[in-house]
């Protein structure tokens, strides 16, 4: 349960990102995974991918995390890499050809610039998760105008996943502690032995689910509220949470402008700057 | 048992460490001999889970060796292991798969890959060890809570292991169940199982095992017999821990005469016939 366990789970540090206020981390994860997203050239893509990597470095979060993910990492970047450089068959001087099978430099600089864009996201997601607690999480989205229905469901189903997936883990333990063999065989042998983990999966989220729409109920909650809806829980930003916010938002717009209004952070554009 | 036998559970200096970095133990050495009842004790997250974790392989050493009747549990499969030592989970729901009781005892043996004859033997033995042959057609689900923990319990018994840990027998029963329920661990003791329990409950530990081991922080901070561990009411303060009822009543009459080391009604009986002279 390695990665999941630490991808669910809010890890504790004294650090300057468990600091930050929960809307300051959202905007850190939205504004530099929109940059990783539209960049189009690998060089541009590396640079954000660092600098999501500082921002994870900066919470003190054991690179445990990380090491977790890498055979993820490991299949991405072999996947990506067969499906962008082999086949793709669009622009670019060609390298190497075989058949239909051709590789230009093109398709090897956009193989780099999505595998960027993927690790940089995860990382992301990853210091998102790992350095704020689902509470902060939430009344961030809250703080950034998400409207309540939407944060109440995002709560629900933040909370919902990360105890099942806790349920999961336990049942496998339960069925492989009488010798289920979870491993051992064929894909879809080892498929097949999952039957034995759904039924008291699908029992015990009934049950939770019950549970929880009960507790719900019983203390008259209702998503429409009249009036306008006051919180228990409120964070406040200081100043180094404007800064940081401020500046990533300038630093996405000016990025956008640039990208789609003059061309950069694109293949050719990238191209045209070797001399 | 002789006390030259070899343990059936030795750990050697074992620490454990998940992915996420979280020490969960550190330099943890311990031995249980055959036919031991022990109670792990501990506040939450202090370790005890993961130790117990480690005798059925479901985690493996980040340091340090953990033997099992002499095989280090590196060198081999959960499934191997599971006919050693069983593991009871805590909550029952999370194991059960089957439509039947007696489907459900069959689980594991199946899984051994052992003959029809040999599994229908295991399951009726396990059924009357336990108790409950009554439940042998019903849907495990259908049951009481405590039913399902023994139910938990016989599909344990049908792997035949020798150690047989339970993670906190009597959660979410009444005091009646929870009698019952440790009651079938201690005759399950009684006929040669070594059994682990992990408990918050201090009475129970106090009643029922023969040996308590106390976790703080990921290493053990007490180990002995239940007295003498309740005892050191400094040592438990400081683990967020208090020995149970009657041994605090009994440990503030000290001044009057009374043993500290009581840890039972009956025994706080006799205690008062020994302070005050009757009989």
Known sequence: MSFVRTFILYIPRDSFIHRLDPATKLIIMLTLSIQALVIAEPISGAVVFVVSMLFFLAANLPLGVLRATLKYWVATMVIIWITYTYSYSGQGSVLWQYGWLRLTDYSVLLAFTVMFRLFSVVTLALLLYCSTTQRDIIAGFRKLGMPYLLTFVFALAIRTLSVLYSDYNRIREAQMARALEMEKGRFFERLKKHVYLMGPLIVTALSRVEAMSASIESRAFRVKKAGKRTFYYVTHMRTVDYVIAGSLLLETVAFLVLRYLYGYFTVPWLLSMIP | MKSSAPPIIKVEGLSHTYPDGTDALEGVNLEIKRGEFIGVIGQNGSGKTTLVKHFNGLLKPTKGTVLVDSVDTREKTIAYLSTKVGYVFQNPDHQISQETTEAELAFGPRNLGLSPAEIDHRVKEALRSVGIEHLAARHPLLTSKAERQMIAIASILTMKPEVIIVDEPT?????????????????????????????????????????????????????????????????????????????????????????????????????????????
């Open chain 2, 171 to 279: 959660t979410g029963q009444d005091k009646k169940q929870s009698r019952q329920t440790m009651k079938m661990l201690a005759d399950l003791n009684a006929a040669g199982h070594t059994v682990i329990i992990i408990t918050h409950d201090m009475s129970l530990a106090a009643e029922y095992t023969m040996r308590v081991i106390v976790f703080h922080k990921g290493k053990i901070i007490l180990d002995g017999a239940p007295k003498s561990v309740f005892r050191e009411t400094e040592i438990l303060r400081e683990s967020g821990l208090r020995p149970p009822q009657i041994t605090r009543l009994t440990q503030m009459l000290q001044p009057f005469g009374f043993s500290p080391d009581v840890t039972s009604v009956p025994e706080m009986y006799d205690e008062f016939k020994r302070v005050y002279g009757r009989s």
